[in-house]
């Protein structure tokens, strides 16, 4: 791991990267700030939240719904989030290999927070709407989590965008693509 971190070093030591992190460092700030101020999250919560994301991205995905598009996601999640019978969403799900349900333990390995942490925290979610419980789909999408998509998520990607193209702008980017290890 030490030589992977040092071939990486050598490679971005020519290049402008004082921009580039300076940029990023930016973004990052933001977004913390705006998962604070507008979410009102403490980021290990946040990181929870988007573990549960992530685990209704790759389910949607197995399932082939056709969720490709921003306006496809919006509907599916909307099927799911609204959905107090969530017995339709549960087939889709239960038509696919492995299926597998999101529990505490699952998001302790993605996350590395201590168990008891995430049981907290999860419950403050689930109390808040963000997050909801099946047992027989386990940890999901709460109602909440509709207004987070449609408010949050348009402009992290708009702040992303803006990212990239200073990147592009500076030559910053097509280094970074040109990494190779």
């Not at 549960?52 to 306006?71: F, P, R």
Request: hydrophobic residues 35%; aromatic residues 8%.
């Amino acid at each position: 791991m030490e030589d992977r971190i040092n071939l990486l070093r050598q490679k971005i030591s020519s290049k402008p990267f004082a921009v580039g992190m300076y940029r990023f460092t930016m973004f990052m700030i933001s977004y913390y700030s705006r998962v604070r101020e507008k979410l009102k999250l403490d980021y290990d919560s946040f990181m929870i939240v988007q573990t549960v994301v992530s685990h209704s991205l790759y389910q949607l995905k197995k399932t082939k719904v056709g969720a490709n598009s921003y306006q496809e996601l919006e509907k599916e999640w909307g099927e799911i989030i609204n959905k107090n019978d969530i017995s339709n969403i549960v087939e889709k799900l239960s038509n696919t290999k492995n299926n597998l349900k999101l529990t505490l333990s699952s998001i302790c390995l993605v996350t590395t927070l201590p168990k008891e942490t995430v049981r907290r925290k999860v419950n403050e979610l689930i109390k808040k709407n963000l997050l909801k419980t099946s047992k027989k789909e386990g940890i999901l999408l709460g109602s909440a989590y509709k207004k987070v998509f449609q408010e949050f998520v348009p402009l992290t990607t708009h702040e992303v965008s803006k990212l990239l193209k200073n990147w592009e702008k500076t030559g910053i980017l097509e280094s970074i693509l040109k990494l190779k290890m």
